[in-house]
């Protein structure tokens, strides 16, 4: 695999605009047209998909850079403003994940939506945008795993390594067919959120052993696979308990 090339995709009026936030904004944008067009199946309208989005997608947007940085103090320690400075990358999916799904639970306690239900719609969609966000790490040149002979290794700095960010990629794009597949006939309430949940982490928790720029836990573990080993238990733990339950969306406010 090429070395990537410029992390400039053009520039404005003297400003570099970078493929990073390109393709971050190219992997919201699907993930909420997927929203919209799938409304309708979860009892929803496009308008309070929207409405959704106007929280949730900055919120995880702060979610996303506040991870990385508590994980990473060392790196902004000299000079904390950097810790602004988005363009030079340093978002962390889980981080997204958490804060904009803690956002929608609220919206949805606020709004009266069932909450497993509001899940459900939104799981595929960030398997989508996952799958379209991971090639910012390309062009970055970050996250990517250690040295490799396989014949299609990335070439960072002359060395061939392990290029993660495309094994999340295409995992994430088919977990994001898989995941439109089982939602059309789901059993239970939950269960495409959860299979989301358990199908991710357990990708995660496998390709982030081969990165070499995880964040840590205590210097010691790295910190992606401490909560993927645990959403995957408490996931699996849920998937179950619904499946019996067999709980119907409508059935489900807070």
Known sequence: MPSPPSRVAFSVLGIDIMWY???VT???AVGVLLLCARAHRHKLTPDRVIDFMLFCIP?????ARLYYVLFNLDAFSD????IF????????????????IVTALILCRLWNVAPLNALDLAAPSFAAAQAIGRWGNYFNQEAHGGPTDLPWGLIINRETVHPTFLYESIWCFLLFLLLLKVDVRRKFVGQTFLLYCILYSLERFFVEGLRTDSLMLFETYRQAQVLSAAVFVVAIVAYVVLRRMKWRWEQFYY
């Open 21 to 23: 936030g390109i393709l």
């Open 26 to 28: 190219l992997a919201i």
């Open 59 to 63: 919120m995880g947007l702060v979610g």
């Open 79 to 82: 000079n904390p403003m950097q």
């Open 85 to 100: 400075n988005t363009r030079a990358g340093g978002l962390a999916i889980h981080g997204a994940l958490i804060l904009g």
